[in-house]
Nanobody, 125 residues
Framework: EVQLVESGGGLVQAGGSLRLSCAASGLSFDDYAIGWFRQAPGKDREGVSCIGSSDGNIYYADSVKGRFTISSDNAKNTVYLQMNSLKPEDTAVYYC??????????????????WGKGTLVTVSS
């Protein structure tokens, strides 16, 4: 059974940092692209970042480029999202995803093979 468990969310002031973790079980990072999308109240899902499995390419949404960094620890089967210079508009539930490619996560953020239950990030102004 595949499980993706997110952690690390919380309340932070604007300009602060958080590191999200996604612990994966039941799958191999060699076979799946691992990414993140977010959803704020009343808004559509937004792909945030993704690491490709086959090519190792990394993708970021324009809204987070230069502020967020995705990384993986294959030995721990864990992907991290380091979020710096947080803004109130980053407030959302952040979900970890696993799919063959990053395209679904980074476009519509729907139809991925797996995703977790999410972790809430709240950025106060």
């Amino acid at each position: 059974e595949v499980q993706l468990v997110e952690s690390g969310g919380g309340l932070v002031q604007a300009g602060g940092s958080l590191r999200l973790s996604c612990a994966a079980s039941g799958l191999s990072f060699d076979d799946y692209a691992i990414g993140w999308f977010r959803q704020a109240p009343g808004k559509d899902r937004e792909g945030v970042s993704c690491i490709g499995s086959s090519d190792g390419n990394i993708y970021y949404a324009d809204s987070v480029k230069g502020r967020f960094t995705i990384s993986s620890d294959n030995a721990k089967n864990t992907v991290y999202l380091q979020m710096n210079s947080l803004k109130p508009e980053d407030t959302a539930v952040y979900y970890c995803t696993a799919d063959l490619f990053c395209v679904a996560t980074m476009t519509t953020a729907t139809g991925m093979d797996y995703w977790g239950k999410g972790t809430l990030v709240t950025v106060s102004s």
